[in-house]
């Protein structure tokens, strides 16, 4: 029986409440889409359009859903968070601490890796390619391959619902040496290791693969300085994946290795070092911070200059705070652990350095304000949530910097005002930016505008409750109250903050049902907010250029670039683009990915519970599609001038 | 043609992922700079160190590398015969390299020097297998390229994946070169 099930047992199965009720939902919703797929007939269509496609149009979309459905599961924790927070004073409450811990770190894992990445690797692949007047990406099927890891982590990390009913405890970075097995027996530590380690070399995949993309496909004419924003601050964004995320897997492995085969890297005995994974997992986690933030300000770029009407002011120096954020965001990872003591000095000098992104950060902002300046500013729902990031963002930016004062820091460490500085950026920065993008481009992934006054009540909303429920917070850490408790004294006096703060929520909450219902009207309708022209927000960039949604293959005809902006300078000197087709190879769909996937999936599964055998037959597995593929050279088909001829007339 | 040429962006990503694999090496060299003289106790680099033997496997290791390149010199001269020989002799050479870790670390198991004993010794095994499960990666990889090239003949796919085979083999030769200073002569000699 251990051989074959190594730690799984009946025990393992789900008797507790919430196990028991995420067993029966994901069950039941597994259930219904199985039953509407096959009733409809669509098991086809979903197979070959879809899952097994490796058009980049098709992968963001994708991307957004699982990144959608992620956040309603991220946005549940929070709320169990938020309330078991209102009822903790004086010992009440309705979790027990192991639970609150369960979900409070289940909800920063979620939160960052499969919503904010999930969304921004959306974007990318839908925009990039379209920006710099491309077919494809440079590896489809890396493409594909690192999307299904990502799913099939987010899967994974879903699963302890039905297997175990533990997750990890220990905080979304899990450090050690309570990440041990010393102090963290269960599965729960691995089910966050594997689910982190799948979809982590997913991403690192896909920074590779947008890195050659950028590099090497662009159109021509399209010079490096010629690239739109959201493209190059896309490139630094991946280029900080690719020397970050490494770093992630190793520093996991390192942590599987001491629970797995009882090594001693981050344990308390036989001269193990803790406070070297609070090094390594931050030398990747701050810039990780970045890596989400960064992406959005190339959104923010785009939205700004769109909807002033102008080109973006300052473009060379936006280039250069983009990299340069990049470039300083890697050697600031010590000022998450200033109390750790690492002695004055060095402190100093990691606080200095951290300040030092506040100057690019800040270049940015009055490129942005130069190039409203003058403009004919249209206030349209992207434009929205840019002001109201600027606005958020800034108090964010400024609580940063105080943080990044050691001496003040000792005092705000591991407060609630630590907790109100990050989503000040990661909510107001990332997720508004997130919000921007998907109402700047919805109209290019569906050829429908989206319902204005539904989504202008969504941002009120988002706004006003965002401040409504972290504002509370500062005020909260400011009188002491540490973060991740779930419990406290009444005479403290804090209760009061956390209802506020829980109410903010449901503003918040009420906020993206406004969201949800913009996309419902806005689709039910969509005669009536249909967009035939491919280009409703008189847009500047490549993108706008194609129909709405643009064809398979993008451009019929790739088009020469004389200029930054691109499609603004043509439709400035009238010229249409000429219509001689010619023929081009476009790559073939494969089920390699998801094959590879499951196998990876099942892989995470069997070393979570220990059953080896299973663990070796999948990466035997793994191993045998890859030379499989190999042998598999035709991956490209050739699309004939005639064909796309017939499909450009349909439009 | 146009093709052929589409593929030569193949070589950038391989660079990147190099890169990506050399920062995993990065971390495993610094943890066990950290972590080397928290012996515990136990057994230190000075004992595990055996000169003779260490300077057989990087031997073995260079001449590998060196025989790889003379197998890309073969392929770019259309020599098949050659190529496949070299080649194998490449693998053949990886696998003996791996024969003399395996004996290494089974020496050490046997005397009751186990990864589990020390800090410092879960540093030394984890590098040297990750750097070992490398060569492996590539023996194994170097298999499957002559079955393409005995199937298919030097077709320019063939030799493009001798390419990337070369920069795989000569970087692992150049991580070996680092633990064979930093990790053997620096701790064994000073
Ligand atoms: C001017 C810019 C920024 C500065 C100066 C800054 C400074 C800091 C400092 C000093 C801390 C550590 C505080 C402590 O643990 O006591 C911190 C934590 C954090 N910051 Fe920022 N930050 C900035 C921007 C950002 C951005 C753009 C993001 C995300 C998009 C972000 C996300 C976070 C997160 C997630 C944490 C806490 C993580 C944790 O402990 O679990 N920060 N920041
Ligand atoms: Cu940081």
New interface residues.
């Given amino acids: 029986m251990e051989f074959l099930f190594g730690r799984l047992t009946l025990g393992a199965l789900p008797h507790e409440w919430f196990t028991i009720g995420g067993t029966v939902f994901m069950t039941l919703a597994m259930i219904g889409v199985v039953a509407f797929l096959t009733r409809m007939k669509l098991w086809k269509w979903l197979w070959h359009d879809w899952l097994t496609s490796i058009d980049p149009k098709k992968i963001g979309i994708m991307y957004f859903i699982v990144a959608a459905l992620m956040l309603v599961r991220g946005g549940l924790d929070a709320g169990m968070i938020w309330l078991q927070q209102v009822m903790g004073a004086s010992s009440g409450g309705y979790l027990s601490a192991q639970h609150f811990q369960e979900i409070f770190t289940a909800h920063g894992v979620i939160m960052v890796f499969f919503v904010t990445m999930g969304f921004l690797f959306g974007f990318m692949n839908y925009i990039i390619p379209l920006q710099i007047g491309a077919r494809d990406l440079?590896?489809p099927f890396?493409n594909t391959l690192g999307f299904w890891l990502y799913v099939a982590g987010a899967i994974l990390i879903n699963m302890f619902f039905v297997f175990g009913g533990e997750f990890a405890a220990a905080g979304w970075l899990s450090i050690a040496p309570l990440s041990g097995l010393e102090y963290s027996p269960g599965v729960g530590m691995d089910y966050w290791i594997w689910s982190l380690q799948i979809s982590g070399i997913g991403t690192?995949l896909g920074g590779?693969?947008f890195?050659?993309t950028i590099?090497?496909?662009r159109a021509p004419g399209m010079t490096l300085m010629r690239m739109p924003i959201f493209t190059w601050a896309s490139l630094c964004s991946m280029v900080m994946v690719?020397?970050v995320?490494?770093?992630l897997?190793?520093?996991v492995a390192?942590l599987n290795?001491?629970r797995l085969?009882?090594?001693?890297?981050f344990?308390t005995t036989?001269?193990?070092?803790a406070m070297?994974y609070t090094n390594?997992i931050w030398m990747w986690g701050h810039p990780e911070v970045y890596i989400l933030m960064i992406p959005a300000l190339g959104v923010y770029s785009e939205v700004v200059a769109t909807f002033s009407g102008k080109r973006l002011a300052g473009y060379t120096s936006t280039v250069i705070a983009l990299n340069a954020i990049a470039i300083i965001s890697l050697f600031v990872w010590l000022h998450h652990f200033f109390t750790m003591g690492s002695g004055a000095n060095v402190n100093a000098v990691f606080g200095i350095s951290t300040m030092i992104i506040a100057i690019p950060t800040a270049v940015q902002l009055f490129n942005w304000v130069f190039t409203m300046r003058k403009g004919r500013i249209r206030f349209d729902t992207p434009m929205l949530w840019f002001l109201g990031f600027v606005f958020t963002f800034s108090v964010g930016g400024m609580t940063g910097v105080l943080l990044a004062v050691p001496p003040a820091d000792f005092q705000l460490h591991n407060s609630l005002f630590l907790v109100a500085h990050f989503h000040t950026m990661v909510i107001g920065g990332a997720l508004f930016g997130i919000f921007a993008g998907f109402s700047y481009w919805f109209p290019k992934f569906t050829g429908i505008k989206l319902n204005e006054r539904l989504g202008k009540y969504a941002f009120w909303f988002w706004i006003i409750g965002f401040w409504v429920s972290f504002g509370p917070l500062y005020i909260l850490g400011l009188m002491g109250a540490p973060r991740r408790l779930e419990r406290y004294d009444s005479v403290t006096g804090w209760q009061p903050l956390f209802v506020v703060s829980l109410i903010g929520f449901g503003i918040i909450c009420i906020g993206t049902a406004f969201l949800v219902a913009q996309i419902i009207v806005s689709i039910k309708n969509r005669k009536k907010y249909a967009d035939l022209t491919g280009d409703p927000w008189d847009g500047r960039t490549l993108e706008w250029s194609t129909s709405s949604p643009p064809p398979f293959y993008n451009f019929a005809v790739i088009p020469e670039v004389k200029n930054r902006d691109a499609f603004w300078e043509m439709k400035k000197e009238g010229k249409r683009i000429k219509s001689k087709y010619e023929d081009f190879?476009m790559p073939k769909g494969t089920a390699t990915g998801i094959y590879i996937a499951i196998f990876a999936f099942f892989f995470g599964f069997a070393m979570i519970w220990h059953i080896f055998w299973l663990a070796i037959a999948c990466a035997l597995g793994i191993?045998a599609f890859i030379?499989f593929r190999?042998?598999y050279?035709n991956t490209?088909y050739e699309m004939k001038a005639a064909e796309v001829e017939k499909v450009e007339r349909m439009r | 043609m146009h093709?052929e040429e589409s593929k030569e962006?193949?070589f950038?990503?391989f660079w990147?992922?190099m890169?990506?694999?050399l920062?995993?090496f990065a971390?495993?060299f610094?943890?066990y700079a950290?972590?080397k003289n928290?012996?515990?106790g136990g057994i230190t680099i000075r004992e595990i160190f055996d000169p003779p033997f260490v300077l057989v496997e990087t031997l073995i290791l260079l001449t590998s590398s060196f025989v790889c390149g003379l197998a890309l010199l073969f392929a770019k001269a259309m020599d098949q015969k050659k190529t496949i020989y070299f080649l194998a002799a490449t693998a053949l050479l990886g696998v003996a390299f791996l024969g003399m870790e395996i004996y290494e670390f089974s020496h050490l198991l046997s005397e009751g020097n186990s990864?589990?004993?020390?800090?410092?010794l879960?540093?030394f095994?984890?590098l040297l297998s990750f750097h070992g499960f490398h060569i492996l990666v590539g023996t194994?990889w170097i298999t499957?390229l002559l079955v393409?090239i005995a199937m298919r003949g030097l077709l320019p796919?063939n030799i493009r994946?001798i390419r990337l085979l070369g920069i795989f083999w000569h970087f692992l030769d150049v991580v070996w070169i680092f633990i064979f200073t930093i990790v053997y002569l620096l701790g064994g000699i000073l």
């Fill in positions: 440079a590896s890396l690192t590779i693969n890195i050659m590099l090497k496909m690719v020397i995320f490494p770093l897997t190793a520093t390192l290795l001491d085969l009882g090594m001693h890297f344990t036989a001269g193990g070092n070297m390594l190879e191993v030379i190999t042998f050279e490209e | 093709k962006k193949v950038l990503g990147i992922y890169m990506t694999d920062l995993m971390v495993l610094a943890t950290v972590l928290s012996t515990y990864y589990t004993q020390s800090a410092f879960s540093a095994f984890t194994v499957i393409h796919s994946k």
